[in-house]
Each structure stands twice: as structure tokens, then as C-alpha cells.
């Protein structure tokens, strides 16, 4: 009997994520830089993710299926590192696959192989998915010091135009000509006290979720339109530290190459307790 199922090229693939929120098993997550197939059990084969893969990463290839091994599957997956064991096992817990798992656990114990098991408990019970969805509780964590503000105050918003949801947007609105423009994850504003005095000050805004939000093709064909046609002076990808929101980064990347007008890019990076962790220009 023979079975189709994905196969990376992790040569190409750049880690973008793109295809993650495309996978309905869950079956890829981006581990160490590069998006995984964390298990081939929960590969369905129909190759949902190949279309959103920029790079060409993906393909489906067809090969003689043979009883689930899961202490073969513990043998390769080890070689790739303490980070995608742990991602595997948490995708086995997560389908309820609690025989593969205790063969899974018993293969590392029988291996000598320390991941120190019971403190990654948590880890292996929630983990499986994108890792911006994992449930946090920021009211027992000590949170960076701000001045002191003795009485309420009402900050005023920058925002300059409506709407602001990428889809909605008509990227040849006059507000768009030779504007500096900011393409924000829909979380950073949430997370980021200061996000309107730090990006939106004199600034065009654009929101999007690259996780969420469907017909992605079309958020890329409005910012080619937006570099070529409506002459935007500069495009800041506002993201969140979660993996998926790396796909924001790529759409603005492809639709610069599209438009094949070198329009700078600035990346910033937010914590999701609201920090700037990395700004840089890409």
C-alpha cells in the first residue's frame, strides 16, 4: 500500500511559516529556524500547505507505507535536537496518542537520552500548534518598572486614516502616496503600551494576522500596488515574537520583489508582554 505525504526541502525552506496555520492536523510547527513535519501520522497527505510555501519547500511524495514506527520515528527526530523531541511528543499527547508516547518516552530512558521529561510536562501538554497560542497568565510575572502616574491620563491617538484592516484597505488611497507606512501584526498595538507614540506617529497603519486571515494573495498584490503604484517611502512589519507572525514579514518581502522597486523594509519585533526585542532593517 502506498501512502502520500509532505516532504520539506530544508535547504529552501526559510522558516517563514506560511504554510503552519494551512496544516488542519497540526502536523507542522517551526522548530530552530525551520518548519518541521513534526509526525507522519498525522500527515494527511493532501498537501493543504504547498500552496502558501514562497520557496518552493514542500512537495507530496508518494512511498510504500509501512506500520507506524515510533521508535524509528524517536531515531531520526533526535538527530534534529531537544527542541523537535519535545514538539513531537507534545503532538502525540495532544491526538491522545498515549501508547506512541510511552514508547516514545521509553526509547529516550532506554537511550540515556536526558530531556529531563517531567519538567518539559508542561511543555508536552500544551505545545502542540503555533506557540503564540499557548495559554499565559502575566499577573503573577514581574512586569519592567514604569513611572508612577498619579491620576488617569488620556493619551491621544495617532491614527491618521480608516480603516486599517489590510483587507478593507484601498492601497491607492490618497493617504498611502509617499507615506511611510506601518504593517502591524493585529496582536502588537494590544501588547505594546506606547504602540501609538512609537509607530503610529505621522505614519500610515495597515493590520493584518498572517495566521488568521484568509486570501493572504491578496494582502501581497495591495502592498505590490502600494511600493509601485502608490509610492510608499518606507514599510515597518511590526510582528509578534510568535512564530507565525513571520509570515508578515515574508508577504512585505514578496511584494517588494514583486513591485521590483527597492522599497525599505524595517522589522521590529515585539515581546508578548510588550517589549521591543529586535529592530532592524531587512
Given at each position: 500500500?502506498?501512502?502520500?505525504?509532505?516532504?520539506?526541502?530544508?535547504e529552501?525552506?526559510?522558516?517563514?511559516?506560511?504554510?503552519?496555520?494551512?496544516?488542519q492536523?497540526?502536523?507542522?510547527?517551526?522548530?530552530?529556524?525551520?518548519v518541521?513535519?513534526?509526525?507522519?501520522?498525522?500527515?494527511?497527505?493532501?498537501?493543504?500547505?504547498?500552496?502558501?510555501?514562497?520557496?518552493?519547500a514542500?512537495?507530496?511524495?508518494?512511498?510504500?507505507?509501512?506500520?507506524?514506527?515510533?521508535?524509528?520515528v524517536?531515531e531520526?527526530?533526535?538527530?534534529?535536537?531537544?527542541?523537535?523531541?519535545?514538539?513531537?511528543l507534545?503532538?502525540l499527547?495532544?491526538?491522545?496518542?498515549?501508547?506512541?508516547?510511552?514508547?516514545a518516552?521509553?526509547?529516550l530512558?532506554?537511550?540515556?537520552?536526558?530531556?529531563?521529561i517531567?519538567?518539559?510536562?508542561?511543555?508536552?501538554?500544551?505545545?502542540?500548534?503555533?506557540?503564540?497560542s499557548?495559554?499565559?497568565?502575566f499577573?503573577?510575572?514581574?512586569?519592567?518598572?514604569?513611572?508612577?502616574?498619579?491620576?488617569?491620563?488620556?493619551?491621544?491617538?495617532?491614527?491618521?486614516?480608516?480603516?486599517?484592516?489590510?483587507?478593507?484597505?484601498?492601497?491607492?488611497?490618497?493617504?498611502?502616496?509617499?507615506?511611510?507606512?506601518?504593517?502591524?501584526?493585529?496582536c502588537?498595538?494590544?501588547?505594546?503600551?506606547d504602540?501609538?507614540?512609537?509607530?503610529m506617529k505621522?505614519?500610515?497603519?495597515?493590520?493584518?494576522?498572517?495566521?488568521?486571515d484568509?486570501?493572504?494573495?491578496?494582502?501581497?498584490?495591495?502592498?505590490?500596488?502600494?511600493?509601485?503604484?502608490?509610492?510608499i517611502?518606507?514599510?515597518?512589519?511590526?510582528?509578534?515574537?510568535?512564530?507565525?507572525?513571520?509570515?508578515?514579514?515574508?508577504?512585505?518581502?514578496?511584494?517588494?520583489?514583486?513591485?521590483?522597486?527597492n522599497?525599505?523594509?524595517?522589522?521590529?519585533?515585539?515581546?508578548?508582554q510588550?517589549?521591543?526585542?529586535?529592530?532592524?532593517?531587512?
Open positions: 500500500m502506498k501512502r502520500k505525504i509532505i516532504q520539506i526541502d530544508e529552501k525552506c526559510t522558516g517563514c511559516g506560511l504554510c503552519i496555520p494551512n496544516c492536523e497540526g502536523a507542522l510547527q517551526i522548530i530552530d529556524g525551520k518541521r513535519l513534526i509526525s507522519d501520522l498525522f500527515c494527511d497527505g493532501l498537501g493543504a500547505c504547498i500552496g502558501h510555501c514562497p520557496e518552493g514542500i512537495e507530496i511524495i508518494e512511498r510504500e507505507a509501512v506500520p507506524y514506527d515510533e521508535r524509528r524517536m531520526i527526530l533526535v538527530t534534529k535536537g531537544p527542541n523537535t523531541v519535545l514538539a513531537h507534545a503532538h499527547r495532544h491526538h491522545n496518542e498515549e501508547e506512541f508516547l510511552q514508547q518516552i521509553n526509547y530512558k532506554e537511550n540515556n537520552i536526558d530531556l529531563t517531567e519538567k518539559h510536562e508542561e511543555h508536552i501538554a500544551s505545545a502542540c500548534g503555533c506557540q503564540g499557548m495559554a499565559r497568565d499577573r503573577t510575572e514581574e512586569k519592567p518598572s514604569a513611572p508612577e502616574v498619579t491620576a488617569p491620563v488620556s493619551a491621544r491617538s495617532e491614527l491618521r486614516q480608516w480603516p486599517v484592516q489590510l483587507h478593507l484597505l484601498n492601497p491607492h488611497a490618497s493617504y498611502f502616496k509617499n507615506a511611510d507606512v506601518v504593517l502591524a501584526a493585529d502588537a498595538a494590544f501588547a505594546m503600551g504602540f501609538h507614540a512609537r509607530y505621522e505614519k500610515t497603519i495597515a493590520i493584518a494576522c498572517p495566521k488568521l484568509s486570501n493572504k494573495e491578496s494582502y501581497i498584490q495591495k502592498l505590490t500596488s502600494m511600493i509601485n503604484e502608490t509610492k517611502n518606507s514599510l515597518n512589519v511590526v510582528m509578534m515574537e510568535v512564530p507565525c507572525c513571520g509570515g508578515l514579514l515574508q508577504m512585505a518581502k514578496m511584494a517588494r520583489d514583486a513591485a521590483g522597486r522599497v525599505p523594509i524595517k522589522r521590529s519585533i515585539i515581546s508578548i510588550g517589549e521591543l526585542l529586535e529592530e532592524e532593517w531587512a
